[in-house]
């Protein structure tokens, strides 16, 4: 199996947007004011990066 630049992208992506998912439902689970923020922070960077991921897949042709 030959995996192409555009299946690594689309792996990514996906993996950014399931670990957004995750850390957003974590989030909600967590009652200590400091560990929410930082599980939030998670939540963005991982949002951030699924985005930009993204926006790359769209630019070459693909969907993500």
């Known amino acids: 199996m030959i995996l192409t630049d555009m299946d690594m992208l689309q792996d990514y992506e996906k993996d ?18 400091n560990l929410r923020k930082l599980i939030r922070t998670a939540a963005s960077a991982a ?3 699924q985005e ?3 926006q790359l897949i769209i630019k070459k042709g693909d969907r993500p």
Do not use: G, H
């Not at 950014?16 to 004011?33: G, K, V």
């Open 52 to 54: 930009k991921f993204a």
């Open 16 to 33: 950014a947007r399931l670990a957004a998912q995750a850390f957003s439902l974590a989030e909600t689970e967590i009652i200590d004011p």
């Open 47 to 49: 949002a951030d990066s």
